[in-house]
């Protein structure tokens, strides 16, 4: 057990890396995963460290097109696993997704243990172990191919957060609309992505909860009007030009 004081300064970022650490050591995490939160870390401390108007605006999108999906699924890996197990497994619940465990680094004994921090988290079936039901996606050439005929192979909404740019873009191309969290608003996956929720999924995944939540009293056009107000692309450029006025105030006074 760590000792990091409640008032150190980056307190909040060590609890998450140590989080990341302690799923490391239980074999949830993989050690490239390590190195994603790292990149992670530097894009939030860039960000301020804080869920912006964008990411809320992200958010709210990513609600509508959550609650307007007839198949939604949540793709799990490590990285998610132990940092938000509960929260992802709460979100299933509330818009009623599928849960698939799917690695870029494929490995049996992690994706068990991924799917038994799952079970412990509440979720009743986890999908993406039964080699019966395992099918591949075309356009991409590595284990992150297969996925389950009645998970993500039959959705039209994929959640995908702390995706890597070839999954993301071989799902978009196999007609499904993405959804991602990731902290890169530079990043293949959120270009790639319909909508992009640069935020630390570790902030973020609450409000996406509670959004849904408030939401789901929509009707359809509403939710469908939420969408089409939504630019993506938009969303991450005004999220670079945050990072550079944030660079510039820091300079400012340095
Ligand atoms: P891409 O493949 O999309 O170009 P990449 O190769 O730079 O991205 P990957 O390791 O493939 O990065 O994907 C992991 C992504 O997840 C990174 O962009 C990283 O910024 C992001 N990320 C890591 N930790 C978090 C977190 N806690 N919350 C949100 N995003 C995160
Ligand atoms: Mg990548």
Redesign the pocket.
Known sequence: MSLIPKSHPRAKSLFIREKLVKGFENGLVAKEGLL??G??EA?DYLLGEKTSRLAKNAIRAAAAQLLLAERPVISVNG?IAA?CPKEIVKLSKQIKAKLEVNLFYANKTRKQAIIKMLKKSGAKEVLGSNPKTSTKLDGIDSARRIVDKNGIFAADVVVVP????DR?MALRNAGKIVIT????PL???SHTANITIVD???RGIDLLIEECKKLSKRNKDSLQKIIYNFDNKKNLAENVIQIKNNLTRRARIA
């Open positions: 994603a939160q990149r992670g894009f990285n940092l702390l995706e890597d740019g993301t969290f990731d902290l890169n990043s293949r996956t630390n999924v570790t």
